[in-house]
Nanobody, 123 residues
Framework: QVQLVESGGGLVQAGGSLRLSCAAS????????MGWFRQAPGKGREFVAA????????RYADSVKGRFTISGDNDKKMVFLQMNSLQPEDTAVYYC????????????????WGQGTQVTVSS
């Protein structure tokens, strides 16, 4: 079973930055694509960004494009999310996810999820 652990969340002021990390481990891990999702209170889980190792391709939600950058180290089985110019609307629990059919923006395409890390952006 794949295990994902997120870290790096915290409280920042609007305009600030945070860098989230996600470490993947487990015997079943096989360089699956990885993605970041977020869920604000009272809202559904929404796509943020994803990366596919085989093609080194990335994709982003329109709401974060130009502000967030996803990157990773396949050898270390880690993925990162650099978040700049944070806004209060970015406040949410951020989840790392992976799975053989991942790499897209659909929650249903990911099989494994971390516990999430809280990101709070104050005005």
């Amino acid at each position: 079973q794949v295990q994902l652990v997120e870290s790096g969340g915290g409280l920042v002021q609007a305009g600030g930055s945070l860098r989230l990390s996600c470490a993947a481990s487990g015997r079943t891990f096989n360089n699956y694509p990885m993605g970041w999702f977020r869920q604000a209170p009272g809202k559904g889980r929404e796509f943020v960004a994803a990366i596919s190792w085989s093609t080194v391709s990335t994709r982003y939600a329109d709401s974060v494009k130009g502000r967030f950058t996803i990157s990773g180290d396949n050898d270390k089985k880690m993925v990162f999310l650099q978040m700049n110019s944070l806004q209060p609307e970015d406040t949410a629990v951020y989840y790392c996810a992976t799975g053989p059919y991942g790499g897209n923006g659909y929650v249903e395409s990911y099989d494994y999820w971390g516990q999430g890390t809280q990101v709070t952006v104050s005005s």
